[in-house]
């Protein structure tokens, strides 16, 4: 099977290329800006609808995997064009070159497309994002059910793995080398290692199932309970970590509060990792690297 991915050199995107090829899959990849000489390649900005189109043609693959996005929350609430052009248009350019070429389309949103006022959302509950991300990535699931016959829409919730700048990355390199951070202790998630996520992805692509499913970690947890795990499996001092407020933040975007996900439904098809699992596996990766 023919898989492509769209930014094949962000956090997830790499890690599925990997999982992908480990699964035998014929893999493709596109990236924006970052420079990759490899073969099965393309770079290629997503905004441009033409460009898009012949690309997807040129490769003609059997599923394509959307993890491109502009995910920084902040800079979506300041710059919201560029966040609707990439969230949103970008998203329907390449649902639209999909449905085309008759393949599966797989969409990566967040859980920030709820406003965090319950926690443990299931797929049947009613999306109400409350900053601008939230609003692009809700309005680039909107893309995919209005364009795309054969769909699956997942909804992770803060990936991290190795490779990539991400929390967990920043987390550990504040705490290796005895840095104060502020975590909020009242904004609950359900934290997703990016290997956890390809496999539940490669899983429902196997068994070709459409729909939405939230495939997130295996736990939900506030942000300071989990910066404390990480400490616990590095072996860092937890006297560096400062608990402080949401309302204390300087953020330009508002957060939802609780945006944990109940994961119930990718379980009948890949069980997803607990948050110690998760970060034993961050640490033997980043471990190997070195």
């Known amino acids: 099977m023919k898989v492509l991915i769209t930014g094949g050199s962000g956090l997830l995107g790499a890690k599925l290329r990997e999982i992908f090829e480990e699964n035998k899959y014929d893999v493709y990849a596109l990236f924006h800006s970052k420079p990759i000489t490899r073969k099965n390649f393309f770079q290629i900005d997503i905004t441009q609808k033409d460009d898009v189109f012949h690309v997807l043609k040129k490769i003609s693959p059997d599923v394509v995997v959307h993890t491109a996005a502009y995910t920084n929350v902040d800079g979506c609430e300041k710059d919201r064009d560029t966040a609707f052009a990439v969230n949103v248009q970008g998203t329907e350019n390449v649902a639209n070159a999909t449905e085309k070429l008759h393949a599966k389309f797989v969409y990566i949103s967040t859980d920030y497309v709820f406003n965090g006022n319950k926690g443990r959302y299931t797929e049947e509950d009613v999306t109400d994002p409350v900053d601008y991300y939230g ?116 953020w330009i975007a508002r957060r939802p509060k609780d945006s944990s996900l109940d994961v119930s439904k990718i379980s009948r098809f890949k069980k997803p990792y607990l948050i110690r699992e998760s970060l034993k596996v961050f640490k033997e990766e980043i471990e190997g690297q070195i």
């Not at 937890?238 to 407020?245: A, C, H, L, M, V």
């Open 135 to 250: 609003i692009t990535k809700l309005g680039g699931e909107k893309s995919v059910t209005n364009v795309c016959s054969d769909f699956v829409i997942v909804r992770p919730s803060v990936i991290f793995g190795v490779a990539k700048e991400n929390f967990v990355t920043w987390v550990v390199n504040m705490l290796k080398n005895g840095k104060n951070i502020n975590i909020v202790t009242d904004q609950y998630v359900s934290p997703t290692l990016n290997v956890d996520l390809a496999r539940q992805l490669v899983a429902l692509i196997d068994q070709n199932e459409t729909g939405i499913f939230h495939t997130a970690g295996g736990e939900r947890t506030s942000r300071y309970d989990f910066v404390k795990s990480i400490a616990d499996i590095f072996n860092f001092e937890e006297t560096f970590i400062n608990p402080i407020k949401m309302e204390d933040m300087n």
